[in-house]
């Protein structure tokens, strides 16, 4: 069994940054691809970031990007999401996600049942 350990969250203002990361329990971070979905109250969870297991490959929600950066840093088996230029509207709980699945596919990044493995979640609030 794999555990996702997030942390990072927090409380900023608006056009603050905030550095979110996940760290895999077990087996490192390269043996998954890693996603980020966030939740807002009363809305869905929606997708905001994916990385392939080697951090090759990427795709971003079309809210954050340019704003947002998912990386892994696999000498620390850590993904992490790096979030710049804070909105309100980016305020929800983010969750991070792995995929241990052996082919990254774009199409399916953003897809949550493509994952097999969550995180409980990080708090970001922003405030206007």
């Known amino acids: 069994q794999v555990q996702l350990v997030e942390s990072g969250g927090g409380e900023v203002q608006a056009g603050d940054s905030l550095r979110l990361s996940c760290t895999p329990s077990g087996r490192s971070s390269s043996t998954y691809a890693m996603g980020w979905f966030r939740q807002a109250p009363g809305k869905e969870r929606e997708f905001v970031a994916g990385i392939d297991r080697r951090g090759f490959l990427s795709r971003y929600a079309d809210s954050v990007k340019g704003r947002f950066t998912i990386f892994l840093d696999t000498s620390k088996n850590t993904v992490y999401l790096q979030m710049n230029t804070l909105k309100p509207e980016d305020t929800a709980v983010y969750y991070c996600?792995?995929?241990?699945?052996?082919?990254?596919?774009?199409?399916?990044?953003?897809?949550?049942?493509?994952?097999?493995?969550w995180g409980q979640g990080t708090q970001v609030t922003v405030a206007s």
């Open positions: 996600a792995a995929d241990s699945r052996s082919h990254w596919k774009y199409s399916n990044a953003a897809v949550p049942n493509t994952y097999d493995y």
